[in-house]
């Protein structure tokens, strides 16, 4: 398996702009997350999935971020509009409890820059 | 509010020595800590798993051991290697609830 693949690797943007952050878990995984991290605050939790369904959003920093996941296979992370702040990476993981409790596979991550 | 902190924040050590980082936490109630490498550039990659009855657990040069009495863990790397050198996030989950980062431990390896 290619691992979870993240898109695009590096986004520059402009304040104001609407970004959108893609995910593709690893085949067969049924929980889903998304992270930031940043110096100041480390990894933070935003978000998570299990089979397609939003569990938990409350890390979530506020209503211009929403995160979808119409299909097991592919997840997005909506900033709009975009702020300065909102500069970090990106990442998401994937996991199958019943096979590796615990376990989470992350990805590559997405560099945010809003300028 | 459960906390993770990790010592020390940095470290450097020449390479083939060995070396150890600590995590010590508040989360409670306990479920598992984990140990993960992060390289620059790239996602976290996990190196060790513990619930509550493990008390050390090995991958390689990488041993960990947890005492849930004290809620400390330590991360011990033996004869380390210049590819060594990364963050070292610990982090801690409760039985329900969300998990908690510690800010990490960033190993330099030196020749």
């Known amino acids: 398996d290619a691992g979870v693949i993240q898109s695009p690797r590096h986004e520059v943007t402009e304040m104001g702009q609407e970004v959108t952050l893609r995910c593709k878990p690893i085949s067969g995984h049924d929980y889903l997350f998304w992270y930031r991290q940043t110096m100041m605050r480390g990894l933070e939790l935003l978000i998570y999935?299990?089979?397609?369904?939003?569990?938990?959003d409350s890390g979530m920093p506020e209503d211009r971020f929403s995160a979808k996941m119409p299909n097991a296979s592919f997840s997005t992370l909506k900033i709009q509009p975009s702020e300065p702040r909102d500069s970090a990476v990106y990442f998401c993981?994937?996991?199958?409890?019943?096979?590796?409790?615990?376990?989470?596979?992350f990805g590559p991550g997405t560099r945010l820059t809003v300028t | 509010k459960n906390q993770v902190e990790q010592s020390p924040q940095s470290l450097i050590i020449l390479e083939g020595k060995n070396c150890t980082l600590q995590c010590n936490y508040t989360v409670s109630p306990f479920s598992n800590l984990r140990w993960y490498k992060q390289d620059t550039g790239r996602g976290p990659v996990s190196l060790t798993i513990?619930?509550?009855?493990?008390n050390t657990k090995s991958n390689g040069r990488y041993t960990a051991t947890l005492d849930a009495d004290t809620k400390q863990s330590s991360l011990h790397i033996t004869a380390s290697q210049l590819s060594d050198s990364a963050s070292y996030i610990c982090?801690?989950?409760?039985?329900?609830?969300?998990?908690?980062f510690g800010d990490g431990t960033t190993l330099t390896v030196k020749p």
């Open positions: 999935f299990n089979n397609n369904v939003p569990i938990d």
């Open positions: 982090v801690v989950s409760p039985r329900a609830g969300k998990s908690t």
């Open positions: 993981a994937s996991s199958r409890p019943r096979d590796s409790p615990y376990e989470q596979y």
């Open positions: 513990m619930t509550f009855s493990e």
